[in-house]
């Protein structure tokens, strides 16, 4: 009789497999969450490709946060932004709003801006920061309102320098309690900028802070002081956010107010722009408006 060979049968085969791969599944479990527990998905968009219900378990059962270490800088700012914004502003019996124009030469709107302003005399205040020269002006509320300017390059931190310079001349008048800046043209940004963010601005500026908005603001004297108080957070913008650093296009206008008061008072400021803009066109710039399209109805849904 010869050798017979016997082969399993596929049953038994199958009996074979299944612990192995319970024994697979659960190393590969049991692996995930050792690297979770050591290696911990602190970035809130990593956590919730889940669910937000297993991202809150998965939060309480990961290890906490390490306590950052300040640095003396970081400390001495964070005392004096706390202190200012803890401070009684004495109020002013006459205030006034500061109308900051940062501008080239001319204001092409200066005639308009006349007629806004009638009427309201010892209610505001205007100065002017002309880069090119000192403008002829028309209108009387403009009329020896220039302050010491210097060149401006779009993109470049001389930009925050002259918004800077023209809160310092406002400020002088303790009457000013609110301050608007404002230009003869304007073009608001558009939705991308998240991706501009440069590791150098570490450890004083960490991404999660970091935030885009309009170059052009309204604000009160509180936060107007904070910024001439700033030095530390105004250098990291300075050094490290400039049109082609490190391959990315950050421009300080539109990065360094924004980021810096979510930093330091997110409840204080608001998700809004004082200019309106239209990007629905998605195009690289927002939709220009001809003369035959300025009406007033336009105006209305404009300010409704």
């Not at 990291?236 to 391959?247: E, H, N």
Request: contains cysteine; aromatic residues 14%.
């Amino acid at each position: 009789m010869k050798d017979m060979e016997i082969f399993p049968s596929p049953r038994q085969h199958g009996r074979l497999k299944k612990p192995t791969w319970i024994i697979i599944l659960v190393s590969l479990v049991s692996l995930f969450l050792v690297c979770t527990y050591v290696y911990p998905p602190y970035s809130s968009s990593a956590c919730y490709v889940f669910s937000s219900n297993g991202c809150k378990a998965l939060q309480s059962w990961l290890p906490p946060l390490p306590a950052i270490e300040l640095t003396d800088e970081e400390i001495a700012s964070r005392v004096v932004i706390r202190d200012i914004l803890n401070m009684a502003f004495n109020t002013s019996t006459s205030p006034k709003v500061a109308f900051l124009f940062l501008t080239p030469g001319a204001l092409p709107f200066e005639k308009l801006w006349d007629k806004f302003f009638q009427g309201n005399e010892g209610r505001f205040s205007t100065y002017v920061h002309a880069s090119k020269g000192k403008p002829v002006h028309l209108s009387r509320y403009f009329l020896n309102r220039e302050i010491r300017s210097d060149k401006e390059i779009w993109g470049k931190i001389s930009m925050v320098d002259a918004e800077r310079r023209l809160l310092a001349n406002a400020l002088k008048d303790p009457d000013n309690q609110h301050f608007v800046l404002l230009s003869d043209s304007f073009e608001d940004p558009g939705p991308h900028g998240n991706g501009r963010y440069s590791k150098h601005m570490l450890p004083e500026v960490a991404k999660k802070y970091f935030r885009k908005g309009a170059q052009w603001f309204t604000m009160k004297r509180q936060h107007a002081v904070i910024i001439m108080a700033d030095s530390l957070y105004y250098t990291k913008f300075r050094d490290y956010c400039q049109p082609g650093m490190d391959g990315l296009n950050c421009y300080s206008d539109e990065h360094y107010l924004p980021t810096f008061f979510y930093m330091f008072d997110p409840a204080g400021i608001s998700n809004w722009s004082v200019t309106h803009v239209d990007w629905s066109e998605m195009k690289w710039h927002p939709k220009s408006y001809r003369a035959q399209e300025v009406t007033f109805e336009l105006i209305r849904n404009i300010t409704v």
